[in-house]
């Protein structure tokens, strides 16, 4: 093809055909130009096949995650369900010491902490890649979404301080502590629960978990099975067939 535009060149400068040869040189560069747009085009959608597939993977990982994150907030709501009642019974007055003692983990509220820890894996990958879709609107909802979650977070590490204060307020005053710590002596620490300031720091607990903690924990979930839904969507959108249509949390 280059030796057909070469001779042609050169016959048409040879027999003085100047306007000829530049209709020839311009459609040369039209040509060139059109080549350069196709190759252009081409690598464009190269380049956006390859973001939208890491896009793919990483909205898999992200719905791992949530799957994840689901399982854990079902564990930990289930773990503090059984005590709610018997515990607001207590401070509100409903029911004495020895019923409440009865609820044998009731107490323990104030000494224990159900942590949650997010997963991150696709989280943080997206972050990283999220100026590439800056007005994607499913993209923005999920940072935003899964963003959040470290809200709950920070409320389990307020609580698990809360409970560390405690034990070292019981530690540091009271004679008990060490007959209570290894179950060989709970007559001093029975009396404790039956006073004001054992209900004032199970009261704030309460105030944590029941009221801050496990509610965040529940919406938390339903907002991530929603976000899961989406997700599900879009790669049906994108030609993606998911194994099965049912999305986690439920």
Known sequence: MAKIFRKARQDYLGENRALKYLKYALGEVV???????IALSINNWNTNRKQEQNLTNIFSLIIEDIENDTLKINAIV??????????????????????????????????????FEQGKTGFNLLKNISSDFSEDTLVIAVIQRMGTLSLLEDISAYIEIAVS??????RDTYAWYPGFITRTNFSGFLGYVDGPEFKSRLAHNYLLIYTNYVPGLQQAKTGLKELAEDIMQWKVD?????????????
């Open 31 to 37: 040509l060139v130009v059109i080549g350069i747009l």
């Open 238 to 250: 994108h030609g993606y067939r998911p194994k099965t249509a049912e999305a986690p949390g439920s």
């Open 78 to 115: 289930e773990s503090y369900a059984p005590y709610a009642d018997t515990i607001g019974a207590y401070l509100g007055g409903s029911i004495d010491v020895n019923q409440f003692l009865r609820c044998r983990n009731c107490f323990t509220i104030s000494m224990n902490i159900n942590p």
């Open 165 to 170: 204060q405690n034990l070292e307020h019981w």
